[in-house]
T-cell receptor, first 112, second 112 residues
Framework: DGGITQSPKYLFRKEGQNVTLSCEQN?????MYWYRQDPGQGLRLIYY???????QKGDIAEGYSVSREKKESFPLTVTSAQKNPTAFYLC???????????FGQGTRLTVV | KQEVTQIPAALSVPEGENLVLNCSFT??????LQWFRQDPGKGLTSLLL?????REQTSGRLNASLDKSSGRSTLYIAASQPGDSATYLC???????????FGAGTILRVKS
């Protein structure tokens, strides 16, 4: 089955620690996205990538980093510079920049 | 800057009712608009995608309309069922930027 796989489902981060969230897709989509969702708010764009080896900052990129070395993979690192990282993180992909978006099942990150 | 607003924020209806969810956006320069469903703690499931040149799209009991010039879209759900209970999100894909901008969502509860 084609789709987007995010792992882990739950992640706990200690203060000052970097953590990496995985996102893999087998839809052969060119574009991939990372969103953050906080309770009662819409999704906010962190980073996106239209093509391998290229990515752009979204609206809330501070404290996050990404890489796009393979078409199928778009990992997100939450660095210690992100002061309020507790949230639900969603990865998405589209065939091109303006086509239907498909989402993974999300990773819930909690700071302990 | 594009802003997307969804009204109402929450809605509770008895089973069998027809209902309308509203979405408005401030900048009419969009490629398309997409409606999603999100169950608690889960990712987003795409329901309907309306291109900017289209007026409406239908899928089963769901009908979405788009009035691009006035910056409005509605999602009509016919004969609601308890299984329709979820958060419904709309998102616009901007002509420039190749990214989705989301509303905060409408939380729907259908009572049996």
């Amino acid at each position: 089955d084609g789709g987007i796989t995010q792992s882990p489902k739950y992640l706990f981060r200690k203060e000052g620690q970097n953590v990496t969230l995985s996102c893999e897709q087998n839809l052969n989509h060119d574009a991939m996205y990372w969103y953050r969702q906080d309770p009662g708010q819409g999704l906010r764009l962190i980073y996106y990538s239209q093509i391998v080896n290229d990515f752009q900052k979204g609206d809330i990129a501070e404290g996050y980093s990404v890489s796009r070395e393979k078409k199928e993979s778009f990992p997100l690192t939450v660095t210690s510079a992100q002061k309020n990282p507790t949230a639900f993180y969603l990865c998405a992909s589209t065939l091109t920049g303006n086509t239907e978006a498909f989402f993974g099942q999300g990773t819930r990150l909690t700071v302990v | 800057k594009q802003e997307v607003t969804q009204i109402p924020a929450a809605l509770s209806v008895p089973e069998g009712e027809n209902l309308v969810l509203n979405c408005s956006f401030t900048d009419s320069a969009i490629y398309n608009l997409q409606w999603f469903r999100q169950d608690p703690g889960k990712g987003l499931t795409s329901l309907l995608l309306i291109q900017s040149s289209q007026r409406e799209q239908t899928s089963g009991r769901l009908n979405a309309s788009l009035d691009k010039s006035s910056g409005r879209s509605t999602l009509y759900i016919a004969a609601s069922q308890p299984g329709d209970s979820a958060t419904y999100l709309c998102a616009v894909n901007e002509e420039y930027g190749n990214k989705l901008v989301f509303g905060a969502g409408t939380i729907l509860r259908v009572k049996s």
